[in-house]
C-alpha cells in the first residue's frame, strides 16, 4: 500500500510546538516501521523556503528526495483575512490535484485543524477520490471551550466547517482514549472508525548526567538555583499556569526559598508582567520566579532531568506531551487528573484536582517535602514512560490504515473521472471566480501543471544564462560547453537533460536555439521552463550579471521541489579582493551569499575551494544562509576535443609552431589579470634574454583588467613577434596545437579554484613548472616543478633548474597526474546531485 503522509505540521507555526514535534515524530516512526508499504511525505510550497528545507532536512535519513512531493499553489491563503478565501478554497483543490498525480492509497494528515492563521491548507475530499484519507485527532479543545476560542466568531465559523470536514475521513486516530472520548461524546462520527494509537516522545528526552561546569552553565544561562520546581510557561487558560502561581504561592516560605518555581519557555512582554503581577500579590518574591524565555531542545532536556519536581496543572490536554518528557527523563512528576493526563501519568498518587488551588499546593508540599513520595515519584515516571513509544503509536496506526483494506493495483480514478478529467475540474472550479486576477490565474495555471507529476520524467536542467548569451572562451565557459556536451550526449534514466537560461525580468526559458546551433540538436523553441518535482537545475557558468533579478525564479523552482545546485570555480573576490575589479569585490560577496542562502548545495571545482567555501559559511552563518546547504567538491576535465572545441588556426599560427617546436619554449595560458602575475614570469624571461639564452614565452589569454601597463609593456616589447608572442581569442584547435608545441608551462598565478590549463597541459604530456600554492599541490602533487617569490629572479632560477633536469630526463613527469576526460568529471558531478535512486548512467 501507498501512504501519503501531509507532513505540513513540520512547516507551519505549529513546528515548535507539541503538536508539530508529534507530527514529525509519529511521521519519522510510520516510516521506520512501514514495512512492506510504500511511504512518501508531502509538503507545501506556499510557505518560506528555508521551512520546505528544514522539514525535508528531518526525512533526509529515512526517505529519498523522489519520495518528498512539494505541492504548488498561489497564496497567501491564512484564512483570518477574508481576502483570502477563494483562495483557500482553491487552495484545497490544488493540493488534490498534486494528490491525484502521486496516486497514494492513503493519505495520512497528522494536523487537521491548522490553516486559520498561516498557509497550512488540509481538507478531505467531499468529491469521490482515488485515496482514502485517514486524519489524527489530538483534542477538540475549541469545541468544548467556545467561549474562549470562538471570540473570534470568523475562526468559531472556521473551526465548525473544518470538523464537519473533518468528519468524512475514512478513520480518525486519536492520540489518547481522552481524545478518542471526546470524538464520540460530541461529534457523530462513527465508533467502528475511531481508533486510539496512543502517542510518545523523542528518544532524545532520557536520563542524562550532567558535570558541575554544564550545570554551572545552565545555572548561568538561565539564573537558576541548586533546586528548583518546573513548569511550562504557555499562556492559555487551560494551561492554568495562574493556580499553579497560587498554589506555589501557599507554601512555606522557607520551602520556596529552597524550591523556586521556574517557568520555562517563552512569554510576551504582556503575558510576563502578568504572572509577575500575579506572583507579587501572592507574596511570591522575584527571586521564587523565574522566567527561563526560549529553550532549545537539549536545555529543556536539562532541565527536565535537574528539576526537583515537574508540575503540570492543565485543565484540558489531548494527549499531554511535556509530563511524558519530564518523566522520560526521570523526573519526579506531577499533574491534574482531568482528560488525558492521567492516561500519561499513570499513577493517581501523582495527580490532582486542577481547580482546586489547596489540592495542587499539597500535593506540591507533599512531593518537596516526603522523601519517600519523591523516592517513589522519580521511579514511578521511568517506569511509566516506557509504556509509550512512537514506534508503538506507528505500529497501532498502521494496524488500523491495514483495515482499511488493500488495493492489488495502483489506485485509478473514480469512472468518468481520470486525471485529465479531474484537473479539468478544477481547472473549471477557478475560472468560476471573477474576482481572481489574472496575474493569479496564471499562478494557478503553474501550480496546476506543477502538480500534475504523473506520467512527468524529471529534468536535469545545465543553466548556461552566461553561455548563452555570449562567449568569452574563457576557462569558466570551456567547462560550461564541456559539461553540457557530456550530459547532451549521454543517457541518464529517467531524465531529460536540456540546457536552459535566465531571461532578466522574465524567467528560465530552454536554451534549444543555443542547443541546435552549437550541437545539433533540436528541441524547439526556447519555451518557458516549469521547474517541477526532484527536477535538478545545475549552475555551472557564473551568473553573477544576472542577480539578484533571477532570485525569485530560483525561489520558486526550489518552492516546486527543485533542487538548484551551483558550481563555484573559487571565492577569490572574497579572499583575496585585490585581485579583482572594484566591480566583482563588489558583487561577488552578494553573489556567494544568495547562492548560500538560495541554493540546494554547492560543488566545488576543488577540494581547496570546497575548504573556502565551508570556511566562509561557517565565518557568514549571521547572514541566515541556508542551514542545510551542501557542499562537495569534484574535477574538472582535460580532453578539449570533448568542450565542443572552436576551430581555426590563422595564417601566421603555423610558422610560430613551427618555431616553437625548433626553439626551448614556455606556455602561459589565461586571462591577463593581477593574480596571474604575467609580469614575473615576463621580468624572468626578461632576465634570461639578456643573459643570452634564445628562449621563447607564448601568452595565450585575452585582456584582462588591471593590466593595462603591462599590456603596453607588452605590445611595446623589443622582443614581441620574435621570442615574446601574445595571443588573444586563439581557437581550442590552435591551443591544443601550442600544448603539443612547447616545452613546458608555467603556471605563476597566486590564486585559482582548479587550474584547468594544468590539467590540459597534463593530459599532453606537457611538463610543469607551477607556482606553490595549495590547489595545484593538491592537483599536481610531485609531478611538477614548484617555485615562490614575487619577482624575476626565483622564477628565473626554476628555469635554469628545470632545463638541467629535463636535459638529465630527470624533471618532474607529468603524465604522473591523475585527469579526468570531461566525460568522467562530468559522472562525478552526477554523483554529487541527489539523482533518484534507481538512475543509470551512461555517458
Known amino acids: 500500500m501507498h501512504i501519503l503522509i501531509d507532513v505540513q505540521g513540520c512547516q507551519s507555526g505549529s513546528r515548535f510546538r507539541g503538536i508539530g514535534r ?28 528555508e521551512r520546505i528545507d528544514e522539514a525535508r532536512q528531518a526525512f533526509i535519513d529515512l526517505l529519498p528526495s523522489e519520495e518528498m512531493f512539494v505541492f504548488s499553489g498561489v497564496g497567501p491563503i491564512a484564512y483570518i483575512d477574508k481576502n483570502n478565501h477563494v483562495r483557500n478554497a482553491l487552495a484545497a483543490e490544488i493540493r488534490d490535484i498534486a494528490i491525484a498525480n502521486i496516486c497514494p492509497d492513503i493519505v495520512f494528515v497528522t494536523g487537521f485543524f491548522e490553516g486559520y492563521w498561516d498557509e497550512y491548507i488540509t481538507t478531505v475530499p467531499e468529491k469521490p477520490v482515488a485515496w482514502k484519507t485517514v486524519c489524527v485527532c489530538h483534542d477538540l479543545i475549541p469545541l468544548l471551550d467556545k467561549p474562549f476560542y470562538f471570540v473570534d466568531k470568523l475562526f468559531g465559523a472556521w473551526y ?63 539564573h537558576l538555583p541548586e533546586a528548583f520546581v518546573m513548569s511550562l510557561a504557555i499562556d492559555e487558560p487551560r494551561k492554568n499556569i495562574a493556580a499553579l502561581i497560587n498554589a506555589y504561592g501557599g507554601l512555606d516560605v522557607s520551602l520556596r526559598h529552597q524550591y523556586p518555581l521556574v517557568l520555562a519557555y517563552k512569554l510576551n512582554e504582556y503575558d510576563l508582567l502578568k504572572f509577575k503581577h500575579l506572583a507579587a500579590d501572592n507574596g511570591i518574591s522575584s527571586e521564587q520566579l523565574i522566567f527561563t524565555g526560549y529553550l532549545p531542545d537539549d536545555d529543556l532536556i536539562a532541565l527536565y532531568n535537574l528539576c526537583t519536581v515537574f508540575v503540570f496543572p492543565s485543565l484540558h490536554e489531548g494527549f499531554g506531551l511535556p509530563p511524558l518528557e519530564a518523566m522520560k527523563c526521570g523526573a519526579a512528576t506531577l499533574g491534574s487528573n482531568t482528560t488525558s493526563v492521567p492516561e500519561v501519568i499513570g499513577w493517581d498518587e501523582a495527580t490532582f484536582d486542577p481547580r482546586n488551588i489547596d489540592a495542587i499546593r499539597a500535593k506540591l508540599q507533599r512531593a518537596l517535602t516526603d522523601g519517600d513520595f519523591h523516592r517513589q515519584l522519580k521511579e514511578h515516571a521511568l517506569t511509566q514512560a516506557a509504556r509509550f513509544s512512537w514506534d508503538n503509536t506507528a505500529r497501532l496506526a498502521l494496524a488500523c490504515i491495514d483495515r482499511l483494506g488493500t488495493h492489488d493495483a495502483a489506485p485509478a480514478m473514480p469512472a468518468g473521472l481520470g486525471l485529465e478529467a479531474f484537473t479539468a475540474r478544477v481547472i473549471d472550479d477557478i475560472n468560476r471566480y471573477p474576482e481572481i486576477s489574472e496575474y493569479d490565474r496564471l499562478d494557478y495555471a503553474w501550480a496546476v501543471a506543477q502538480n500534475s507529476f504523473s506520467g512527468r520524467r524529471r529534468k536535469l536542467l545545465v543553466d548556461i544564462s552566461e553561455l548563452a548569451q555570449r562567449d568569452d572562451k574563457s576557462g569558466i565557459q570551456r567547462v560550461s560547453r564541456s559539461i553540457l556536451y557530456e550530459l547532451l550526449n549521454g543517457y541518464i534514466a529517467g ?42 537545475m545545475l549552475v555551472t557558468d557564473l551568473t ?158 585575452k585582456h584582462g583588467w588591471n593590466v593595462d601597463a603591462l599590456v603596453e609593456r607588452i ?52 611538463p610543469l613548472i607551477l607556482r606553490d600554492i595549495p590547489v595545484f599541490r593538491e592537483i599536481a602533487g610531485e609531478h611538477a616543478l614548484y617555485f615562490s617569490g614575487e619577482n624575476g629572479e626565483p622564477l628565473r632560477d626554476t628555469i635554469v633548474a628545470w632545463l638541467a633536469l629535463n636535459a638529465q630526463q630527470a624533471a618532474p613527469d607529468s603524465t604522473g597526474i591523475r585527469w579526468l576526460t570531461w566525460k568522467q568529471s562530468a559522472e562525478l558531478l552526477l554523483s554529487k546531485l541527489p539523482l533518484a535512486q534507481d538512475t543509470t548512467i551512461s555517458l
Open 22 to 49: 508529534s507530527a514529525l515524530a509519529m511521521s519519522r516512526a510510520i516510516i521506520k516501521n512501514k514495512g512492506d508499504h510504500r511511504v512518501s511525505i508531502l509538503l507545501n510550497g506556499m510557505y518560506p523556503l
Open 160 to 222: 465548525m466547517d473544518k470538523l464537519a470536514n473533518y468528519q468524512c475521513a475514512d478513520a480518525i486516530l486519536a492520540i489518547s482514549e481522552s481524545s478518542r472520548k471526546e470524538m464520540l461524546d460530541h461529534t457523530a462520527y462513527p465508533a467502528e472508525k475511531l481508533f486510539h494509537i496512543s502517542s510518545g516522545v523523542s528518544d532524545q528526552f532520557q536520563v542524562r548526567q550532567y558535570s558541575d561546569e554544564q550545570k554551572a552553565r545552565l545555572r548561568q544561562t538561565y
Open 495 to 536: 531524465y531529460d537533460v536540456r540546457a536552459v537560461y535566465y531571461v532578466n525580468g522574465e524567467c528560465y526559458r530552454y536554451a534549444n536555439q543555443f542547443v541546435r546551433q552549437n550541437y545539433s540538436i533540436d528541441f524547439g523553441e526556447d519555451e518557458p521552463v516549469l521547474f517541477s518535482h526532484d527536477d535538478i
Open 544 to 701: 553573477i550579471s544576472f542577480f539578484p533579478q533571477v532570485l525569485p525564479s530560483i525561489d520558486k523552482a526550489r518552492r516546486a521541489g527543485s533542487h538548484v545546485y551551483y558550481v563555484v570555480h573559487d571565492i577569490l573576490p572574497t579572499k583575496n579582493p585585490e585581485w579583482s575589479s572594484e566591480g566583482m569585490q563588489q558583487l561577488f560577496p552578494d553573489w556567494l551569499q544568495w547562492v548560500a542562502t538560495y541554493g540546494t548545495g554547492i560543488i566545488c571545482v576543488s577540494a581547496s575551494v570546497a575548504d573556502d567555501v565551508r570556511a566562509w559559511v561557517n565565518a557568514h552563518n549571521h547572514l541566515n544562509l541556508n542551514k542545510y546547504l551542501s557542499i562537495d567538491h569534484f574535477h574538472l576535465g582535460a580532453n578539449l576535443e570533448s568542450s565542443r572545441p572552436t576551430r581555426g588556426i590563422p595564417g601566421s599560427g603555423k610558422a610560430l609552431l613551427q618555431t616553437l617546436n625548433e626553439h626551448h619554449s614556455f606556455l602561459m595560458v589565461g586571462t591577463l589579470e593581477p593574480r596571474k602575475s604575467h609580469a614575473q614570469v615576463l621580468a624572468a624571461f626578461e632576465l634570461l634574454w639578456a643573459e643570452g639564452f634564445d628562449y621563447r614565452l607564448v601568452i595565450v589569454g
Open 715 to 766: 605590445k611595446h616589447h623589443p622582443e614581441l613577434n620574435r621570442r615574446l608572442h601574445w595571443l588573444q581569442g586563439v581557437s581550442d584547435e590552435y591551443l591544443e596545437k601550442l600544448y603539443h608545441a612547447a616545452d613546458a608551462l608555467i603556471f605563476s598565478s597566486k590564486g585559482e579554484g582548479f587550474g584547468l590549463p594544468l590539467i590540459e597541459a597534463a593530459q599532453k604530456g606537457l
